[in-house]
């Protein structure tokens, strides 16, 4: 019983991933150092020592690169899911002989 509880909790927490990487792809947000970003802002990244990094990015450039990055998280939660999906079949296949 606690292996079939696990198996689903596999298979929620793909649906889960996939679903925030669906919410992302849809609406995404962005921050730079904890400040959520609006259109026209930039980042500047920094090194751990605080140095200027001269490296910046526009709120577009990473709203960019985060819908580029969501069908990736979509494609895991769904491999995610599946793969616990095909596991809970093999475990009930196995039960039933």
């Known amino acids: 019983m606690k292996k079939r509880v696990g198996l689903w ?3 929620a927490v ?8 669906v919410a992302t792809w849809i609406n ?8 959520a970003m609006a259109p026209g802002d930039t980042c500047t990244y920094s090194t ?3 140095e200027d990094a001269e490296r910046t990015q ?3 450039e990473r ?7 969501a069908p990736f998280g979509v494609a ?5 899911a599946g793969f616990g999906g095909y596991l809970i079949a093999q475990e009930s296949r196995l039960r039933r002989e």
């Open 48 to 50: 751990l020592t605080g």
């Open 76 to 80: 895991a939660g769904l491999g995610i």
């Open 14 to 21: 793909g649906v889960v991933v996939a679903a925030v990487a």
């Open 28 to 35: 995404p947000t962005t921050v730079c150092r904890g400040e």
């Open 63 to 69: 709203i960019a690169t985060a819908r580029q990055q």
């Open 58 to 60: 526009t709120y577009e």
């Open 9 to 11: 909790a596999f298979v």
